[in-house]
């Protein structure tokens, strides 16, 4: 867990480079005047780590569309294959930032790579963002309840597993009759689940859609209720620390929002790029609906004080964690 000094020197350090500057200046060096002395900061290029998914489709809306020059940033965008790749490239400094989750960035922060949560990328309501508990066709389950001890597959220790806990919980079904087992790739679950190899499975978009296209039955979403997922924006405090991360970080979300509001006006101008970035699977290239997308603001408390008692219940934090530890207010 990080120090309480490394967070004071990067909020400090924020506001010696960002004194004075506003949304809409021009976009170049800042100067920070300390005392007598002028410091002029550029923005630190940033090299931003994705999985091939739609969260991440304003990033792709701004590289395409040239707001990152725009706003005097360097941005270089890798899409990685795996969680797990991402997150290694992350803890060796590989990579500033990602797009991940919640219980992500604590199992990073907790294990020596301290990160900042600068934003939900999408989640900022239950609607967006689906995942959900699907039956295999054919099955006459139709609740939560009817899959009390009934083996349902997952990842373990991941936002999967996170969300087939609560939508279980909610179906009032009790922790001692939620069954799991343990499939960790996604396409092979599905595969499985296809060919009624497996009972039920926890999925996220758009394998939720691909499987009730092919007759898969809903058992529950997280789209009502409560909202039980945010993918976010992490970034590395040893990036914020440097003389222009902060400042990068403060245009990247002005991007972003810049981004979604284009994306928001008319999301299926770009199912093109989506289908291109998110490889969508082939019957859905057509028909998939695209995520409206948040304005940048970090999760709530509620949000994360919910993963990480998940988390510390399941053995998965060895160090205790707050909401400060993980969500750093950036200047306005």
């Known amino acids: 867990m990080r120090t309480t000094r490394t967070r004071l020197f990067a909020l400090t350090l924020a506001m010696l480079l960002l004194v004075g500057s506003v949304a809409g200046c021009a976009k170049k060096a800042e100067p920070a005047k300390t005392g007598e002395t002028t410091i002029t900061t550029a923005p630190e290029p940033i090299r931003i780590g994705t999985l091939p998914t739609e ?24 899409t990685f294959q795996a969680a797990q790749e991402r ?32 934003t939900v990328m999408l989640g900022a309501t239950a609607k967006e963002g689906r995942f959900a508990i699907v039956a295999k066709p054919g099955s006459t389950a139709k609740t939560a309840a009817d899959l009390a001890g009934v083996p349902v597959a997952t990842s373990s220790a991941t936002i999967q597993e996170y969300v087939l806990d609560g939508l279980m919980k909610a179906g009032g079904v009790a922790d001692a009759k939620v069954k799991k087992e343990i499939v960790a790739k996604v396409p092979v679950r599905f595969e499985l689940l296809m060919n009624g190899k497996l009972q039920a499975a926890a999925l996220p978009e ?127």
């Open 206 to 332: 758009p394998f939720v859609s691909l499987a009730l296209m092919q007759g898969g039955v809903l058992i529950a979403d997280d789209t009502k209720g409560e909202n039980l997922t945010q993918t976010v924006l992490g970034v590395s405090d040893k990036y914020l620390a440097t003389p222009g991360g902060m400042l990068t970080i403060k245009r990247l979300l002005e991007t972003w929002d810049a981004a979604a509001v284009i994306i928001n006006a008319d999301p299926n101008s770009f199912r093109t790029l989506l289908v291109d970035k998110a490889r969508l699977p082939e019957p859905l290239k057509t028909t998939y609906a695209v995520n409206s997308y948040p304005m940048a603001a970090p999760p709530t408390k509620a949000e994360v004080d919910a993963v990480l008692v998940w988390m510390k219940a399941k053995g998965l934090l060895k160090t205790e964690l707050t909401y400060a530890d993980l969500v750093q207010a950036l200047p306005e």
């Open 55 to 78: 969260d991440a489709l304003p990033l792709w809306v701004a590289e395409n569309k040239g707001l990152f020059e725009k706003a005097g940033i360097a941005v270089e965008i890798t």
């Open 87 to 118: 997150d290694a490239a992350f803890a060796s400094g590989a990579i500033d930032a990602y797009m991940g989750d919640i219980i992500a960035s604590a199992a990073l922060e907790a294990g020596g790579a301290p990160v900042s949560i600068a």
